[in-house]
């Protein structure tokens, strides 16, 4: 529960105009005023379960989009699965994209409109950046690109030409 907590609390921040919350999703630069702590309780809440439905859905896709290739090449008879290892990620990944895809379209079409249950448009704020946070983001993207480059790379020395 400390890492869901910590996802929550990020979400929420104190400004010069009072607690702020931010939605994932929601335009930059823009969080609205949280009036009670009430408010804060339920907004923190619905965040929750949101998440919780969200990791649902990405675990549980991997775990079908597994079963269904490794169903598909042992019912094909292809022989050694390593000796197939493009077709059987790329069979996974077709099954995940539409065992996850479509959950996770209905579920953000969900989000959207219950954030606007939470809070109002007058309560909208303009919310300061700080370098701190965009050093971060940068940080994250490079190592992402950096996951993604090795990753990459291990693809390719599991399946070259030997």
Same mark, same amino acid.
Request: net charge positive; charged share 15%.
């Given at each position: 529960m400390g890492l869901l907590d910590s996802m929550v609390s990020r979400a929420f921040r104190d400004e010069h105009t009072g607690r702020v919350v931010v939605? %994932?999703?929601?335009?930059? +630069?823009? @969080?609205?005023?949280?009036?009670? !702590?009430?408010?804060?309780?339920?907004?923190? %809440?619905?965040?929750?379960? =949101?998440?919780? $439905?969200? =990791? !649902?859905?990405?675990?549980?896709?991997?775990?079908? $989009?597994? @079963?269904?290739?490794?169903?598909?090449? &042992?019912?094909? +008879?292809? +022989?050694?699965? !390593?000796? &197939?290892?493009?077709?059987?990620?790329?069979? $996974?990944?077709?099954?995940? %994209?539409v065992v996850v895809g479509l959950p996770l379209i209905f579920l953000w079409r969900t989000y959207k409109k219950a954030i606007l249950g939470f809070v109002s448009a007058q309560d909208a704020v303009s919310r300061s950046d700080s370098a701190v946070m965009r050093h971060r983001r940068i940080v994250a993207l490079v190592l992402i690109t950096l996951g993604f480059f090795v990753l990459g790379l291990g693809i390719f020395w599991l399946i070259r030409a030997k």
């Open positions: 939605f %994932s999703g929601d335009r930059r +630069g823009r @969080g609205y005023i949280v009036r009670s !702590a009430s408010d804060e309780l339920k907004i923190k %809440s619905f965040l929750k379960m =949101f998440y919780i $439905a969200y =990791f !649902a859905i990405l675990w549980l896709g991997m775990l079908v $989009a597994n @079963g269904c290739s490794t169903f598909i090449i &042992h019912l094909d +008879g292809m +022989g050694r699965p !390593a000796a &197939h290892m493009l077709r059987i990620m790329g069979i $996974a990944l077709g099954v995940y %994209s």
